[in-house]
């Protein structure tokens, strides 16, 4: 071996100079607070080779973490709740004392024994433990929730202090440290990969502009805090799962924000709180938030609450648990992004924002320690207070029935996921012009989840408030397009006395692949030509273009159909001749800016040659500006403020009354076009997120195929101005251009990939 001193002195050297350019990485004192710890559990640093906060961790690394915490206490059991998409396992961190681990199952029964009303008036609250369940980093590139997590999994399983062991004697402390494990793991890649040994901060630095579409979402680009009432995707499913295994007393879910914001933990604004939601569960939020103040003015951080979030949408994290019998909150951190960011709050490091999470994580434990009979009453009077609230209420349930077996099956099992019972009717019923044979389905409101059934049945049009941080409307009926009607005490109903469970199955995706890979292979299609269609599909994805919009249609056609469909990145597209593989093109909402003059051309000539265009909202507005299709929006005229005249607005821009967040719409479907095959009625419920209406189509081969009728408002919050504008306008056309043609959705027919009545139309533009 050659031994050259020059050498080592410059190696040396340099691990010398990038040791304190690095920001300096903090003592665990500096996230944890100083008691005794059990030196045999090995910190995350003496795990993991450098603190937290240094690097972000991959989802490898906190499993690995878990796994080796769950080895050496005897605190915690460790259980895989399931996995992503991308077979990653979601996990939970069970922590309770030794000794009530053994008895583990028969105390998680004592616990639910608070949400049964016909018990849980004698039940001994001392003797009954308290749940709760603290979760983080649902979107991937909120990372300092998993970061924190991974402290305070270290901080209970190794903290020797009165309040822990206290804590862990009266209560089970569930850690799910990542509620988005692919998310997460594409976002720390991301900034892993672009850290500077001098880390800068420079908000124009790489680390900071993640490549589309980024690690909020999972692996079909969904956002996961919009599915926990959808249960669209199996984190979801395996989340809600454990919900109701566990019904916990309080369910925390952590966030971050803009980066000039600071700590924004819940109540949110007062009146965006969903009305079902008790005024109870708003109070003792508040109270709960009083320990987040103490625990953040003893760090020095800055906070906010009572602002700017929201508590109305029950497919969030934070807000399913407040039909549940519980308190769900929500924490919000100011982001660094990356590891180290300028912000108008001045430099940030990934380190701070931990910190803030950890601190949050820790005043959560003390306030369920502090308030540990008040949060267990509130649980028990919810459910003694939904029975009285079920008989106070008119509506005594939900009939509903629908010829479509597989339709039915999938909607059976979304509410038997949610643990929602149903009775059977034993006679014909009728009402709405609507026959529901004896068999049909009957949702009971009085029973447990009074809240969930009113929510997922519910058709609403009053608003406390017009600003909605996201859809105002959700009713699953109509999402499935299922003939439904509410029952009241005067319809003649007769029904099974027994109350069921719904079986949880798994047949549904099954079943319909199948169906279409049957058909994918056979179809003929006969409107001019006799010809056999197979569709070759593609996608157009990358910068601009909507990744919710895309993946909601990518994930209907690869996941749930079982249909092959290439995903072209719109940096690839140009200037190539690719198209001709493909029959199919599908555009999702998005700007399209990327594709020149040449793309237009090329598109164009695909089309008068046979191909086929499918766009979709924001879409349709490009490709008629092209000419691709013969189409035009309607126009809002607004007053100039400095001129003082008339000028046509677009699109509502910002958050105001004027925004259509998510709403249902009642739209009239032409049953003789082919686009429509397999419909029965005329009645099709669209879901509306944004503002965008057709003027009148003035071109004659252009056939409507949907069109919103007379009065659409079925369900959500709507501006009249909006309502004057969609009433009666086009939502679904087709345009044939040569031997091609170009289909036009106005409303994204898949939304969330939960909009069950619109899949078959989306399915039939593919296959038509
Ligand atoms: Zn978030």
Not at 11 to 26: C, D, H, R, T, W
Request: proline share 4%; charged share 25%; hydrophobic share 35%.
């Amino acid at each position: 071996m050659i031994y050259n001193p020059r050498l080592i002195a410059i190696v040396l050297y340099m691990i010398f100079y990038l040791n304190i350019s690095y920001a300096q990485p903090k003592d665990l004192n500096y996230y944890l607070p100083q008691i005794e710890y059990d030196s045999s559990i090995p910190t995350p640093e003496e795990f993991l080779g450098y603190q937290i906060g240094e690097w972000h961790i991959s989802h490898d690394q906190l499993v690995a973490y878990c796994k080796e915490l769950a080895r050496l206490s005897d605190r915690i059991a460790l259980k895989e709740i399931g996995r992503t998409h991308e077979n990653r396992p979601l996990l939970n961190l069970i922590y309770t004392t030794p000794e009530n681990h053994k008895n583990l199952e028969a105390l998680r029964k004592q616990h639910l024994k608070l949400c049964d009303a016909e018990i849980s008036k004698s039940l001994d609250l001392n003797k009954t433990p308290l749940v709760l369940y603290q979760g983080y980093s649902i979107h991937g590139n909120e990372a300092s929730g998993s970061n924190a997590a991974m402290l305070n999994a270290y901080y209970l399983a190794a903290g020797e202090s009165k309040a822990i062991k206290s804590l862990l004697e009266k209560s089970i402390v569930i850690i799910d440290p990542c509620y988005n494990p692919d998310g997460l793991n594409r976002f720390a890649t991301w900034v892993n990969m672009h850290k500077n040994a001098n880390v800068i901060g420079d908000e124009n630095d790489r680390e900071f502009s993640e490549e589309w579409p980024g690690g909020r979402t999972n692996h079909y680009w969904f956002d996961l805090n919009r599915d926990w009432l959808l249960l669209v995707h199996p984190e979801s499913r395996a989340r809600i799962k454990n919900f109701h295994h566990w019904k916990p007393n309080v369910l925390t879910d952590h966030h971050e924000m803009g980066k000039n914001s600071t700590f924004f933990f819940q109540p949110g604004v007062p009146s965006r709180t969903n009305p079902n939601t008790p005024q109870k569960n708003q109070d003792l939020t508040e109270d709960i938030a009083q320990y987040h103040m103490k625990y953040l003015d003893a760090i020095g951080s800055e906070y906010f609450m009572k602002k700017r979030y929201d508590d109305f949408y029950y497919g969030k994290g934070s807000t399913y648990p407040d039909a549940n019998g519980a308190i769900g909150i929500l924490f919000e951190q100011a982001s660094t992004r990356g590891h180290k960011q300028e912000t108008d709050n001045g430099m940030r490091e990934f380190s701070f924002a931990i910190r803030n999470q950890v601190a949050t994580s820790l005043s959560t434990q003390e306030a369920c320690l502090n308030m540990m009979t008040v949060l267990k009453e509130y649980q028990r009077d919810f459910y003694l207070n939904v029975k009285k609230e079920a008989a106070d209420n008119p509506t005594k349930g939900y009939i509903f029935y629908d010829d479509d077996k597989t339709k039915m099956s999938s909607f059976i099992n979304k509410l038997g996921q949610h643990q929602i019972l149903y009775q059977k009717t034993t006679a014909d019923f009728a009402k709405e012009q609507i026959t529901y044979p004896s068999g049909s389905y009957y949702i009971p409101l009085d029973q447990k989840d009074y809240k969930l059934v009113k929510t997922i049945f519910e058709k609403v049009s009053t608003f406390r408030d017009s600003i909605f941080y996201d859809v105002s409307a959700w009713t699953l009926p109509l999402a499935y397009d299922l003939s439904y009607s509410e029952i009241t005490s005067s319809d003649k109903l007769k029904i099974s006395t027994k109350k069921n469970q719904f079986l949880r199955t798994n047949l549904i995706d099954k079943t319909y692949q199948k169906l279409y890979a049957e058909r994918s292979d056979t179809l003929v299609y006969s409107d001019d030509n006799n010809m056999v269609v197979k569709p070759k599909i593609a996608i157009l994805v990358g910068d601009g273009i909507s990744a919710y919009y895309t993946g909601a249609m990518w994930h209907t056609v690869d996941k749930r159909y079982g249909l092959p469909i290439t995903k072209i990145d719109i940096h690839q597209f140009k200037n190539s001749k690719r198209l001709n593989k493909y029959n199919t093109l599908i555009m999702a909402s998005g700007r399209y800016n990327e594709l020149d003059s040449t793309s237009v051309a090329e598109m164009k000539d695909w089309i008068q040659n046979g191909g086929k265009l499918i766009c979709e909202g924001t879409a349709l507005r490009w490709a008629a500006k092209k000419g691709l299709v013969d189409l035009s929006f309607k126009k809002r005229m607004v007053k100039d403020p400095k001129t003082g005249k008339m000028k046509a607005m677009s699109t509502a821009s910002s958050r105001n009354a004027q925004v259509i967040g998510g709403a249902i719409f009642a739209t009239e479907m032409n049953l003789d076009h082919p686009l429509t095959e397999g419909y029965t009625d005329t009645f099709y419920p669209s879901f509306k997120k944004g503002t965008h209406f057709l003027e009148e189509p003035t071109k004659a081969d252009i056939k409507v195929i949907l069109r919103y009728t007379e009065n659409p408002s079925l369900s959500g919050y709507v501006s009249n101005k909006n309502l004057d504008m969609i009433k009666g306008s086009p939502a679904l056309v087709m345009q044939k251009q040569g031997k091609g043609k170009v289909i036009c959705f106005v409303d994204n027919p898949v939304f969330r990939g939960y909009w069950y009545g619109g899949f078959r139309l989306f399915m039939n533009a593919i296959f038509l």
